[in-house]
Nanobody
Framework: QLEFVESGGGLVQPGGSLRLSCTAA????????IGWFRQRPGKEREGTLC????????IYRDGVRGRFTISRDNAKSTVYLQMNNLKPEDTGIYYC???????????????????WGQGTQVTVSS
């Protein structure tokens, strides 16, 4: 059962931008921290940015600070990932997930999240 629908991925040149959206298909997002994760080719899924339920706090993982921004609109049950100055190493499938309520959301690591969407492909290439 897919809880989210991710969209906004595509092919972009290095230095370009994309805005990803993650919309809840079934559940309401207002009570839970949400994270954006990516799975690069040949690697395990990793956290990029996570945002608290209120949106007041965010956690950045390595390599994205200053380039990626996360935001949320609880009224629309949607979380966004704005990606600027994209690099080829940002290529991968991007997923959003909901923080497990019995875990700490602010480590922003995949094992603390669940209810993944189907992902959206981001390819950064010239």
């Amino acid at each position: 059962q897919l809880e989210f629908v991710e969209s906004g991925g595509g092919l972009v040149q290095p230095g370009g931008s994309l805005r990803l959206s993650c919309t809840a298909a079934v559940i309401s997002l207002g009570r839970d921290a949400i994270g954006w994760f990516r799975q690069r080719p040949g690697k395990e899924r990793e956290g990029t940015l996570c945002i608290s339920a209120t949106g007041f706090n965010t956690i950045y993982r390595d390599g994205v600070r200053g380039r990626f921004t996360i935001s949320r609109d609880n009224a629309k049950s949607t979380v966004y990932l704005q990606m600027n100055n994209l690099k080829p190493e940002d290529t991968g499938i991007y997923y959003c997930g909901v923080a497990r309520r019995d875990r700490s959301w602010d480590f922003c690591q995949p094992s603390d999240y669940h209810l993944w969407g189907q992902g959206t492909q981001v390819t950064v290439s010239s």
